[in-house]
């Protein structure tokens, strides 16, 4: 009957998990970002298992030295036998994330608890996300959207075991679920919670649920990143579901074994029959562009970048191009592509930054700076002070107005300067007849 339970209780996760993620990410041409009228539209890559044949890091492995263990298997137990050195005897972490056959399972293993792997003494298996052949000491680690994790175990299931992730290279560890019989003993939370409307949706939820030693191999459990979270349904305007779902690399803590209780007499075969065992380690997701890359690729410095487009740049498509600063950077919606505009700087600038005042006030925000052609202004569409044209078109000339014989140094479209009394000229430097001695105060 449990049996029953734990399967229907992990496809109903999985489903619900995929069911969310559809929800949010449906729209025609998936690969591309542009819908069928060539407008921008909203873009991500493939959904896909981004832990297959990822780089697994383990704190512990059977084989090392060589060890007997035994199989639970109801009221018998088969002894077998772990040597790291021999490629058909050893448990390897790199089994954990390998082609997953049922007829032909791999899977990684720990030491028994002969050797004291129990509660206090955790296992940790670290995911990281960014194929090997990618990694960079020069770039940092990509993000990707988790939708799904899922573990298969060889042996029971754990009592207790934790999933934390992390959003950057050697950032913190931050809980993401816990499972347990013990929740409030083993990791002082209470089982089966749930999040109210309005509450944090960041708390990582502890459950008993997939906590049975029974049953005996081949027991899932399946963490979907969403449920349980109000705001799924309203994913594109929440910045903390958007977070919650991003990751850099995962960790999977063992905690504590599921026993029968018969190790408390210390037997030899009994103990070896206890330890943590995974043959399968899938997680569900995609690498996270935002809504402004169909795919990603080696990038320049190494490391998986985006293939950004929208006008958009960065590993994550998280910021606009230099030219591109018209208004704030967004995320890609269902609604709206959220591209990033060009600035308006009238053919005299390759350069501008966003102005949030100009943005609020005129619904413009890309303020061109180092403009050509003595030109000036957010979008450089005027003379700068003391200069003029005639036309639009024309280059900005300076006014040239003189400076003892001119009322102001800026003059007319036409280049004419205003001059004081007793002043002629078209740039002010002349007397009129019957003055002379131009100077400060003009002509005399």
């Not at 959904?47 to 009221?75: H, K, L, W």
């Not at 930054?353 to 030109?375: A, I, K, L, M, W």
């Amino acid at each position: 009957m449990e049996t029953y339970f734990a399967v229907n209780s992990f496809l109903l996760a999985l489903l619900l998990s995929l069911h969310l993620h559809c929800h949010l990410f449906v729209w025609a041409a998936m690969d591309s970002c542009l819908d069928e009228e060539g407008a921008p539209s909203r873009c991500m890559p493939k959904f896909e298992n981004i832990a297959f044949n990822r780089t697994v890091v383990v704190s512990n492995v059977c084989g090392s030295p060589p060890e007997d263990y035994c199989m639970q298997t109801g009221s018998t137990r088969s002894c077998h036998h772990c040597d790291a050195s021999d490629p058909e005897l050893s448990h390897n972490a790199s089994l954990l994330t390998d082609f997953h056959m049922d007829k032909e399972r791999t899977w990684w293993q720990s030491q028994s608890m002969f050797y004291g792997v129990q509660h206090p003494n955790s296992v940790n298996i670290t995911l990281h996300l960014v194929p090997a052949g990618l990694s960079s000491p020069h770039a940092g680690r990509k993000a990707f959207e988790i939708t799904y994790i899922r573990l298969k175990f060889y042996t029971s299931r754990p009592e207790s075991f934790a999933i934390y992730k992390r959003t950057e290279q050697n950032g913190t560890w931050l809980p993401y679920q816990y499972y347990s019989a013990s929740c409030r003993k083993t990791y002082g939370k209470d089982d089966k919670e749930y999040i109210r409307p309005g509450g944090d949706e960041r708390n990582a939820l502890c459950t008993d649920e997939f906590s049975d030693i029974s049953p005996l191999t081949g027991g899932n459990v399946a963490f979907s990143t969403l449920e349980g979270r109000p705001s799924a349904y309203n994913f594109d305007q929440s910045v903390v579901l958007k977070e919650w779902v991003t990751a850099t690399d995962l960790l999977i803590s063992l905690d504590r074994l599921n026993t029968f209780g018969d190790e408390f007499f210390k037997d030899a075969k009994v103990l070896r029959s206890y330890f943590y065992a995974i043959s399968d380690f899938s997680v569900g997701g995609r690498c996270k562009c935002n809504g402004h890359a169909s795919e990603c690729f080696e990038g320049e410095h190494g490391g998986l970048v985006c293939a950004c487009q929208h006008h958009t740049a960065g590993d994550d498509c998280q910021r606009c191009h230099p030219f591109y600063q018209d208004r704030p950077w967004a995320r890609a919606t269902g609604d709206s592509a959220n591209e990033c505009l060009k600035c308006n700087c009238s053919g005299r600038s390759d350069e501008c930054v966003f102005d949030v005042e100009q943005h609020r006030s005129t619904g413009r925000g890309g303020r061109c700076v180092s403009c050509r052609d003595h030109t000036d202004g957010p979008h450089c569409e005027r003379c700068r002070e003391n200069h003029y044209r005639r036309f639009d078109e024309e280059p900005c000339l300076p006014c040239n107005c003189n400076i003892n014989g001119s009322l102001s140094l800026q003059c007319d479209v036409e280049g004419g300067c205003a001059c004081k009394n007793g002043v002629t000229g078209k740039k002010c430097d002349t007397c009129r007849a019957g003055f002379h001695s131009l100077g400060p105060g003009g002509c005399r």
